[in-house]
């Protein structure tokens, strides 16, 4: 497949496309089934990696990289990154340890978990929180949405206010639309393919019809 003029590009699909982009390079864009094979076969491949852990930009970076070489350069590979933990992060650098490792593989099924966590990181007090939280062994059971009564939550122990009320944490129980999971960076990236094979096949089309 050969890359078209960006002239062409421009008239036929206006901003959808950007200066750099040729969606196939000079190979066939590989179908969904074989991106998805190739995520799953890289973070299977991964050491103390299970399914459900927190990704990050580093992660991301490395598979739109062998993406490419595959024959799809994702147009919106920025908007993965800015949606993705920058390997700085401070969550990042406390779940990627022996006992971030051991707290995630026990919350994985709690639903916005890492949504949580990140705003708990961000509030006043909150990453001295996540720092103890991850010591405990029974860490868990504060993250489970299904906890028994009476235990805490794990906003709840935040420090309080000077008038001893509990800080509250705007929208802690709703999504940020981050990406921090497999599933979840599978999805979006699913979503981007589907765009990326409509807009080459724009291009296809227009070029063929105005071959002579």
């Given at each position: 497949m050969k890359c078209f003029s960006y002239s062409l590009v421009f008239a036929l699909l206006g901003s959808l496309l950007g200066p750099a982009s040729c969606l196939g390079e000079d190979k066939e864009m590989p179908t969904w089934r074989h991106i998805e094979e190739f995520v799953h076969r890289y973070l299977d491949g991964l050491s103390d990696y299970k399914k459900g852990d927190l990704l990050s930009q580093g992660h991301v970076a490395k598979m739109t990289a062998h993406m490419k070489k595959m024959g799809w350069r994702v147009r919106e590979e920025k908007r993965?990154?800015?949606?993705?933990?920058?390997?700085?992060?401070?969550?990042?650098?406390?779940?990627?340890?022996?006992?971030?490792?051991?707290?995630?593989?026990?919350?994985?099924?709690?639903?916005?978990?890492?949504?949580?966590?990140?705003?708990?990181?961000?509030?006043?007090?909150?990453?001295?929180?996540?720092?103890?939280?991850?010591?405990?062994?029974?860490?868990?059971?504060?993250a489970n949405p299904n906890r028994a009564r009476g235990v805490p939550q794990m906003k709840d122990f935040l420090p309080k206010h000077g008038n001893s009320r509990q800080p509250q944490i705007r929208d802690y129980n709703k999504p940020t639309g981050k990406i921090y999971t497999e599933d979840q960076l599978l999805k979006r990236l699913k979503e981007m393919h589907q765009r990326d094979l409509a807009a080459l096949a724009q291009i296809q089309t227009a070029s063929a019809a105005s071959a002579p």
């Open positions: 993965l990154f800015k949606d993705t933990l920058p390997d700085s992060h401070f969550l990042v650098q406390q779940l990627h340890t022996r006992h971030g490792h051991r707290f995630m593989r026990n919350v994985q099924r709690h639903p916005q978990i890492y949504s949580k966590l990140e705003r708990i990181s961000s509030a006043h007090g909150g990453r001295a929180l996540v720092r103890d939280l991850l010591k405990l062994p029974d860490a868990a059971k504060y």
